[in-house]
């Protein structure tokens, strides 16, 4: 059975690093044509992916955050991380991450964790 | 970026009712080799979203046959034979043919 857990600071000061950790059973990142994303979503609005990471260590960023991204994984411990520099109060949001399957590749979600950016 | 526009934004039906969502591309979503990478996903009220449907018309495990998929090339439709309480929620189309990854806006569906 996959499942996928969001883990992060719940509160954080602009200007700050968001670290975000996705711990994961039911699957191995190091599989051939695994991937893990992450996806966040503002309270009340829509959907927006931000990074993905795949067995074979590929990463893809969305270029509207990239440069404040940087996606990673730990396959020993079933782990992915985000990391977001300098946030403000627009990523306050609920972050998601997420495995692919063939052909999808947002077909098994965490139940997410928000994220409150506030000084 | 691929644009997706849904339509309705809001989609107001009752129990029994049969119901279509329209997702447009600004771009074509057939890829070079020959899949179309669009999927339809539900979030119901609390809920992370969850798959409904991939490769345009293709059914999730578990997901009933009332939800069907239709489309090709920019145009694509959700459709829903008898809509059921626990089909309410807002739903998304999203496309991974292009980089970018984008969402729909979404449209929510909700008891008349």
């Known amino acids: 059975q996959v499942t996928l857990k969001e883990s992060g600071p719940g509160i954080l000061q602009p200007s700050q690093t968001l670290s975000l950790t996705c711990s994961f059973s039911?699957?191995?990142?190091?599989?051939?044509?695994?991937?893990v994303s992450w996806i966040r979503q503002p309270s009340g609005k829509g959907l927006e992916w931000l990074a993905t990471i795949c067995w074979e260590d590929s990463k893809g960023y969305n270029p509207s955050l990239k440069n404040r991204l940087t996606i990673s994984k730990d396959t020993s411990n079933n782990q992915a991380f985000l990391k977001i520099t300098s946030v403000d109060t627009a990523d306050t949001a609920i972050y998601y991450c997420?495995?692919?399957?063939?052909?999808?590749?947002?077909?098994?979600w965490g139940q997410g964790t928000l994220v409150t950016v506030s000084s | 970026d691929v644009v997706l526009t849904q339509t309705p934004p809001t989609l107001s039906a009752t129990i029994g009712q049969s119901v279509s969502i329209s997702c447009r591309s600004s771009q074509s979503l057939l890829h070079s080799n020959g899949n179309t990478y669009l999927n339809w996903l539900l979030q119901r009220p609390g809920q992370p979203p969850q798959l409904l449907i991939y490769l345009v018309s293709r059914l999730e495990s578990g997901v009933p046959n009332r939800f069907s998929g239709s489309g090709s090339g920019t145009d694509f439709t959700l459709k829903i034979s008898g809509v059921e309480a626990e089909d309410l929620g807002v739903y998304y189309c999203v496309q991974s043919t292009h980089a970018p990854y984008t969402f729909g806006a979404g449209t929510k569906l909700e008891l008349k």
């Open positions: 997420a495995r692919n399957r063939l052909w999808a590749p947002f077909a098994y």
């Open positions: 039911g699957f191995s990142l190091s599989t051939s044509g695994i991937c």
